[in-house]
């Protein structure tokens, strides 16, 4: 059966023909890609094309009218939210959503909640395991928070912070959660040139250190060159072209779809 | 450390004010405890977690009349376990929890205002049931109160008992035990807002879909907090209840709900020190108009027409809620942190103003 466990614990993710309707509106159109496990998988197209739809059925946010999404053996379109979280998919979202009032260490520490167990009465009683555990995640969250290069900024209210950092957050409460796969949504959008720079190393880094699989939105084209070893192009919800990203780079149909539409990556670089 | 003292300074305080007060002031502070549990339990729900609750004052009633039911003899058309009282109240409190558990279906599926909704029908099966379950609850002449014995301690009147010259009656006794059931309510919640717990709550509040996607079940967190907040309402409702020796239907009403809601808006959503402070201001003010009305402009004496004291504290209360959502959205305890950040900011004004040598190039 495809979609095995791997040796290091991350997997294959394998979608096929997912479909997904508004209203009348269909934004997924019988879509098929795969992420080979350790692998950069980038997903490019124009705007609407279906690019976050896509992150939102993978992470059980929206439901596929059609198709099936696996991953390590799992069937992840009829799985919940915080089921899919609890097979170690970790996302970011294209449009910022961490709890602006909680610090970045409680944000953090929300993306170990999965790991972890104290409940309300252990919590409430402010029981030595509840506390202990708390420490011991801690100390790994403190770990992220450097690598990401927000250790001095643990206790800093997110809402305060500046947008790139704020994306960086996001990425690290991700990271939290001990991924196998990560999907993460337009990661260096409205960022500036060095900012986007920044966020491109520690992609790699991630990619290199952690050795899970990545799911990748973006528009920067020379990001995409430079992380991808595999590139999908959506295009009003269909896959119109795949493979390595210099093929797909010189493919008549993407360069046809980005020209066509109104939105041209200039753009968005 | 600065709110440490303020916790100890303010135990310190309320510890010795049986000693000095009358009677009057024990009741409105007693009243006060009372509102100040059951706030904080709707601010783990509404303020914490973002779920709207009309039917915090039905929860209360289940607390209230569950402690009676347990406690009280037999007598009459009136039923009763005659449990020991202690028992009765921790039961009482269990009940609220299985009440709230009990409408959990609706509570974890619903968000926000549409709960808010939702449980305004709790309010009206409270009013019915209060005035028409009357082997249980008495009717409308409510129930008697019995008082709690703890420890050979009984909170009432009789057997008499001085302390240092001071005659402790029902209300210095229950005092201590409000003062006690309410540092414990407040710590719990306290351990629940700084855990793991507290981060899936206010993450469900601000992103519900980023909380799913970080793992959090959304659906048992909100039906647990409801549980939870029921919980804390039943606590209320049982101290309500001992304070007033009496169980009163009509009070458990909409107008009570709205009362918890101004708490937590007027004191600070989400935190424990909100609650209490709103908790402070909502039942404290009423109580002060009704003792000072004669020397009040426009407030009338109860009963002779015109604005009564409660409607003068509602007018007032409710200007104070419009005015904390337009002005102050932390509610008086964010403008107490502003004034403090402030105070420490000039504290500290003297050494900036004066450079460094290297500075000064
Ligand atoms: N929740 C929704 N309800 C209705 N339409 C939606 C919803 N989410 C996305 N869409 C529509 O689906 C299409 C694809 O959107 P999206 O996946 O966000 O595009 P992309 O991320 O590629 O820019 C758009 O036309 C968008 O308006
Ligand atoms: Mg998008």
Redesign the interface.
Known sequence: MTGSYQPDGTATLEVRDVTVRFAGLTALDAVSLTVEPGSVHAVIGPNGAGKSTCFNVL???YTAAAGSVRFGGAELTRL???R???LGV??T?QNI??????SVR??L???R??L?????L?????LPA?RRE?ARHLARVEEIAAFVGIAGRLSAPVGLLPYGVQKRVELA?ALC?EPRLLLLDEPVAGMNGGERAEMAELIVAIKESLGISILLVEHDMGIVMRLADAVTVLDFGRRIAGGPPEEVQRDPAVIRAYLGAATDLEEHA | MYKLLTWLGGIAVALFVPFYLEGFWLQAGLFTMSAAIGAIGINLLTGATGQLSLGHAFFLAVGAYAYVYFAAEPEGHLAGLNLPTPLAAVLAVIVAGIAGGLFSPIAGRLKGAYLGIATLALIFLGQHLLFNAEPLTGGYNGRAVPPMELFGLVFADTPELVILNVPFGVLERLWFLGLAVLLVAA???K??L???????M??I???E??????????GRYRA?VFV?SSMYAGAAGVMLALVFQRTVPEYFGMLLSLDYLAMIVIGGLGSVAGAVVGAVFVSFLPQLLTRYSDALPLVAEPGSGGVSPAEAARILYGAAVVAVVLFLPGGLLGLATRIRLAVTRRVQLPAELTPSPDSRS
């Open positions: 992470s059980g946010v919940s939210t915080h899919i979280a609890a970790a996302r979202f959503a961490l709890p602006p009032r909680l409680d944000n520490l929300l993306g909640h999965r972890t167990r104290a409940g309300f252990s919590a409430g009683l402010h509840a708390a409460r959660m | 710590w719990f919640a351990g629940v700084r855990g793991r717990p507290g981060r899936a206010n993450t509040r601000d992103h879909i980023a909380a799913g996607v970080m793992g959090v079940p959304v647990g939870l």
